[in-house]
T-cell receptor
Framework: GAVVSQHPSWVICKSGTSVKIECRSLDFQATTMFWYRQFPKQSLMLMATSNEGSKATYEQGVEKDKFLINHASLTLSTLTVTSAHPEDSSFYICSARDKGRGNTEAFFGQGTRLTVV | SQELEQSPQSLIVQEGKNLTINCTSSKTLYGLYWYKQKYGEGLIFLMM?????EEKSHEKITAKLDEKKQQSSLHITASQPSHAGIYLCGAALGRAQKLVFGQGTRLTINP
């Protein structure tokens, strides 16, 4: 089955620094990828929709200057948390749809646990 | 506002019992996904439903999408400890087909 690889799986960074999270579709092309964050005991909250070759579409309340998304190729989207603060600590997870299969299941990465100290 | 309402939010059942989780949308669903997750881990795809009245089964888990395509149910028969986890329903919405999720149902199976 299709595989989405997310890296790193966990990261600890100092407050004020930036962290980049990568989401790769390993065996398919993904024109659209989605970025979510999840707080403990809560569901996944969609942050933004990442479109290859164009600007990401952010959900209401999500700061685009803080959460930078780049979707430079059909197999890679990156989320950069800039000037991270402890409240940014969360579980971030990406998903991607297979361009070749139309509206089928969305494949998820393993997630990244970010801790800002 | 929550685009997908999932119920119950928490469920504790005795091992061997059956259970049902519901997912309701105020809009017509064009793709309804069911996933399972252990917190802090990735999502495990269970099933996708697209057609009104569609029903799919995998092992002891059955999911249905009602005729009006606004509600789906996930039914587990003879529950086992391995079924414990968080169940999430997701739907593709809007022209961008963005995938949004319900609040999740935390399932606990007691021995």
């Amino acid at each position: 089955g299709a595989v989405v690889s997310q890296h790193p799986s966990w990261v600890i960074c100092k407050s004020g620094t930036s962290v980049k999270i990568e989401c790769r579709s390993l065996d398919f092309q993904a024109t659209t990828m989605f970025w979510y964050r999840q707080f403990p005991k809560q569901s996944l909250m969609l942050m933004a929709t990442s479109n290859e070759g164009s600007k990401a579409t952010y959900e209401q309340g999500v700061e685009k200057d803080k959460f930078l998304i780049n979707h430079a190729s059909l197999t890679l989207s990156t989320l950069t948390v800039t000037s991270a603060h402890p409240e940014d600590s969360s579980f971030y997870i990406c998903s991607a749809r297979d361009k070749g299969r139309g509206n089928t299941e969305a494949f998820f990465g393993q997630g990244t646990r970010l801790t800002v100290v | 506002s929550q685009e997908l309402e999932q119920s119950p939010q928490s469920l504790i059942v005795q091992e061997g019992k059956n259970l049902t989780i519901n997912c309701t949308s105020s809009k017509t669903l064009y793709g309804l996904y069911w996933y399972k997750q252990k917190y802090g881990e990735g999502l495990i795809f269970l099933m996708m439903l697209q057609k009104g009245g569609e029903e799919k089964s995998h092992e002891k888990i059955t999911a249905k999408l009602d005729e009006k395509k606004q509600q789906s149910s996930l039914h587990i028969t003879a529950s086992q400890p391995s079924h414990a986890g968080i169940y999430l329903c997701g739907a593709a919405l809007g022209r961008a087909q963005k995938l949004v999720f319900g609040q999740g149902t935390r399932l606990t199976i007691n021995p």
